[in-house]
Structures are given as structure tokens and as C-alpha cells.
T-cell receptor, first 116, second 111 residues
């Protein structure tokens, strides 16, 4: 099993540019989570999907952030326009989703985003 | 709101000694409590979990205990080794299918 796949692994961009992060969950998993990790705020849940439907996006910091899951094998997190304070490591995680949030989450390798 | 408090934020122990990390949760309905380990520059990975119908669970040098009455759960690592150095996160199941995460504990194993 390839595990959760994220791309790109590193992204450096300038303030104001659009950034798109991509995630492929583990095949057969029904739940997908987007997290942001910084030294100051730790691990923050941004949004999560169950069966491709967004369940809770209350963690999305502001309207500049949006996420989609057009099918069971692909999700994107978009930041437009990007700002320096968005610099962080963004993780995608998936879980089987059979126990409604009470099963193991498998994390991808993360995308390290730097906004100059 | 739902929250999980984790202590200490940093823990330094001598190699071979035991380490204990404690978490307290607020939602009495929480019934799933995983622990994740994150090595420097790597992704968080599950190391052990416990459900509310169990008071203790062990896996080799790692154990987790749960006190539902007090809403406490703890991670115990015995005979610590250099490879145990990492950040450890506790979490508790939330009301809307998500996990509520602790702030993390940086465990340092001194040689």
C-alpha cells in the first residue's frame, strides 16, 4: 500500500500567489482530513470530509482557504491569495471512516509551504 | 468547547528511565483516545490507542491508561531508548467525527 500521497512536498511562493496542495488518500478510506502544523499553534484541523462530503470546515482560518474532494481518491486545499502567515506544514490524513472518527488516521508526508 | 490538555510540554529523562505524559479531556462523551509519535521532520504516526471500555492497554514498552471518571489518560514508556525521542500527541474523539488534539510533548532522552 502506497499510503497517503501528498504533493508537492515543498512549495515556496510569493505573497499574493495562489497555492494548491494535493492529496491522494489510502484506497478504500472514507474519511479525509487536512491539518496545518506550526510551532506556535501546533496541529490544527482545518477541514475534514466523509464520503467526499465536507463535514466540518470550522477550522479553515478564513475565506482565502478552500478545499474540495471531487472523488474518493483526490482532494485539494487551495490558498488564494497566500500570505506569509500561511507558512506551515500541511498534512493530509485519511482513515477507514467505519467508526465515525474513532479509527486510526494515517498521515501523509506533508507539504512544507513557505510564503515569502 | 471541546479541548484536550497535555502535560508536560517538554520532558527530559535519562536513557533507561520511564516517561509519563498526561492528558485531560473535556467531553465526557469521548470514547477513543489515540497517541501519535512525530519524529523530527516526519509525519505523526499512531503508536497506541485505547477505547473507553478498557482501562489499560500495553504494547511492549508502551502502555496507556484511562480514567474515565477523572477524564484523564496517560502514556507510559518504560526503559526509554534514544529512538523514543520525538514529539508525542494525545487526542480524544470529538462530537463530530473528528479528533481533538493535545498540544504535544517533546520527549528528550538523555544518554
Amino acid at each position: 500500500d502506497a499510503g497517503v500521497i501528498q504533493s508537492p512536498r515543498h512549495e515556496v511562493t510569493e505573497m499574493g500567489q495562489e497555492v494548491t496542495l494535493r492529496c491522494k488518500p489510502i484506497s478504500g478510506h472514507n474519511s479525509l482530513f487536512w491539518y496545518r502544523q506550526t510551532m506556535m499553534r501546533g496541529l490544527e484541523l482545518l477541514i475534514y470530509f466523509n464520503n467526499n462530503v465536507p463535514i466540518d470546515d470550522s477550522g479553515m482560518p478564513e475565506d482565502r482557504f478552500s478545499a474540495k474532494m471531487p472523488n474518493a481518491s483526490f482532494s485539494t486545499l487551495k490558498i488564494q491569495p497566500s500570505e506569509p502567515r500561511d507558512s506551515a506544514v500541511y498534512f493530509c490524513a485519511s482513515s477507514p471512516g467505519q467508526e465515525f472518527g474513532r479509527d486510526t488516521q494515517y498521515f501523509g508526508p506533508g507539504t512544507r509551504l513557505t510564503v515569502l | 468547547g471541546e479541548n484536550v490538555e497535555q502535560h508536560p510540554s517538554t520532558l527530559s529523562v535519562q536513557e533507561g528511565d520511564s516517561a509519563v505524559i498526561k492528558c485531560t479531556y473535556s467531553d465526557s462523551a469521548s470514547n477513543y483516545f489515540p497517541w501519535y509519535k512525530q519524529e523530527l521532520g516526519k509525519r505523526p504516526q499512531l503508536i497506541i490507542d485505547i477505547r473507553s471500555n478498557v482501562g489499560e492497554k500495553k504494547d511492549q514498552r508502551i502502555a496507556v491508561t484511562l480514567n474515565k471518571t477523572a477524564k484523564h489518560f496517560s502514556l507510559h514508556i518504560t526503559e526509554t531508548q534514544p529512538e523514543d525521542s520525538a514529539v508525542y500527541f494525545c487526542a480524544a474523539s470529538g462530537s463530530n467525527y473528528q479528533l481533538i488534539w493535545g498540544a504535544g510533548t517533546k520527549l528528550i532522552i538523555k544518554p
